[in-house]
């Protein structure tokens, strides 16, 4: 099975900051995921990419940009981050096949003060 | 517009009784489903799957039924145990259409609670 690492669990930043969250798996998968939860609205794709300096926008890709700069890491950037963000954020592996399923990291709740 | 509909947001069941959650979907190019468990703190984990050209797939305690037809599909939960409660999210795709069709689509979810 593939491990999702991702790097903090919770963080407290600024409105205005720069935030990078970080994601790290640990085989050799093309497809990885960024998704946010939000209570009642459930999880919402924000970014994807489906290999190095390969990435499409998800449902919800506004404020939010993507770096993948070598296969196994996937970086989620909010470039100037607001109220509106804090979430928890949850990065997602498919191994293989179209229909295998996604393998999630452990979430990072962020708070932006 | 949302194309995965989880119309409950809380269930609550008696330990070793059934758990019934339900799933409604409008996009009629969905042709795979899929169940995730969600706890507090950690990432959803894979519970089951099943194909449009099913109607019906089990796993230990654990079934999916599809109708295709209604678009409607439901996990059954047979005994239900209080380590089952969690959130539970519903998610579809255009498996045969590939490209961004393929990426999952999540309802919002369902809590489930299951009482000792």
């Known amino acids: 099975d593939v491990k999702v690492t991702q790097s903090s669990r919770y963080l407290v930043k600024r409105t205005g900051e720069k935030v990078f969250l970080e994601c790290v798996q640990d085989?050799?998968?093309?497809?990885m995921f960024w998704y946010r939860q939000d209570p009642g609205l459930g999880l919402r794709l924000i970014y994807f990419?489906?290999?190095?300096?390969?990435?499409e926008k998800g449902d919800i890709p506004e404020g939010y940009s993507v770096s993948r700069e070598k296969k196994e890491r996937f970086s989620l950037i909010l470039e100037s981050a607001s109220t509106n963000q804090t979430s928890m954020y949850l990065c997602?592996?498919?191994?293989?096949?179209?229909?295998?399923?996604?393998?999630f990291g452990n979430g990072t709740r962020l708070t932006v003060t | 517009d949302q194309q995965v509909k989880q119309n409950s947001p809380s269930l609550s069941v008696q330990e070793g009784r059934i758990s019934i959650l339900n799933c409604d979907y409008t996009?009629?190019?969905?042709?795979?489903f899929l169940w995730y468990k969600k706890y507090p703190a950690e990432g959803p984990t894979f519970l089951i799957s099943?194909?449009?050209?099913?109607d019906k797939n089990e796993d230990g305690r654990f079934t999916v039924f599809l109708n295709k037809s209604a678009k409607h599909l439901s996990l059954h939960i047979v005994p239900s145990q209080p380590g089952d409660s969690a959130v539970y999210f519903c998610?579809?795709?255009?498996?045969?259409?590939?490209?961004?069709?393929?990426?999952?689509?999540f309802g919002k979810g369902t809590k489930l609670s299951v009482k000792p």
């Open positions: 997602a592996v498919r191994p293989g096949l179209d229909n295998s399923p996604l393998h």
């Open positions: 085989m050799d998968h093309e497809n």
């Open positions: 990419s489906y290999d190095v300096k390969m990435k």
């Open positions: 996009n009629s190019m969905f042709d795979y």
């Open positions: 099943i194909s449009s050209i099913k």
């Open positions: 998610a579809a795709t255009a498996l045969h259409y590939g490209g961004s069709q393929g990426n999952l689509i």
